[in-house]
């Protein structure tokens, strides 16, 4: 949720009884949660609509290398859980599959940073300024570069 926050995330959706497990350890230390809808399905693929690129991020043969993927305007990104796999069904209904290309694999919390992170950085609207660290940085930070 963290992740999602930053990167201003429409939606999060999620399976399974990880996140209703987790959630009683209030990792949530921003409230994103309270800002952006956190939905459980059963059904990725009816939950996303129609006009929306399903892209998965995924270890999988043949996949795209991040760095050489063009992020669709409108997309619903899927990653794969950290101890198993998306299915077959998933990848084949994708728009877009694609990987970081790391040695070993990440964590979920990783890799969802790094293709968001990505996602901004090859995007036209970056906001880059000292009035956007302020709002974003932890309070007790007040480090500046002095001239």
């Given at each position: 949720?963290?992740?999602?926050?930053?990167?201003?995330?429409?939606?999060?959706?999620?399976?399974?009884?990880?996140?209703?497990?987790?959630?009683?350890?209030?990792?949530?230390?921003?409230?994103?949660?309270?800002?952006?809808?956190?939905?459980?399905?059963?059904?990725?693929?009816?939950?996303?609509?129609?006009n929306?690129?399903?892209?998965?991020?995924?270890?999988?043969?043949?996949?795209?290398?991040?760095?050489?993927?063009?992020?669709?305007?409108?997309?619903?990104?899927?990653?794969?859980?950290?101890?198993?796999t998306?299915?077959?069904?998933?990848?084949?209904?994708?728009?877009?599959?694609?990987?970081?290309?790391?040695?070993?694999?990440?964590?979920?919390?990783?890799?969802?940073?790094?293709?968001?992170?990505?996602?901004?950085?090859?995007?036209?609207g970056?906001?880059?300024?000292?009035?956007?660290?302020?709002?974003?940085?932890?309070?007790?930070?007040?480090?500046?570069?002095?001239?």
């Open positions: 949720m963290r992740a999602a926050g930053c990167y201003q995330a429409n939606k999060v959706l999620y399976t399974g009884q990880r996140y209703a497990n987790a959630a009683k350890f209030a990792t949530d230390t921003k409230n994103i949660s309270a800002k952006i809808p956190l939905v459980a399905t059963d059904d990725f693929l009816a939950s996303v609509p129609e929306m690129s399903i892209v998965c991020v995924e270890l999988v043969e043949g996949a795209t290398p991040l760095p050489q993927f063009t992020h669709p305007d409108n997309a619903c990104y899927i990653f794969g859980p950290e101890d198993g998306l299915s077959q069904e998933l990848i084949d209904d994708a728009h877009h599959v694609v990987y970081v290309p790391t040695i070993g694999c990440m964590n979920l919390a990783a890799s969802v940073n790094v293709l968001l992170y990505d996602r901004l950085a090859k995007s036209a970056v906001i880059a300024s000292d009035e956007l660290i302020r709002q974003s940085r932890d309070t007790n930070n007040k480090v500046k570069i002095s001239q």
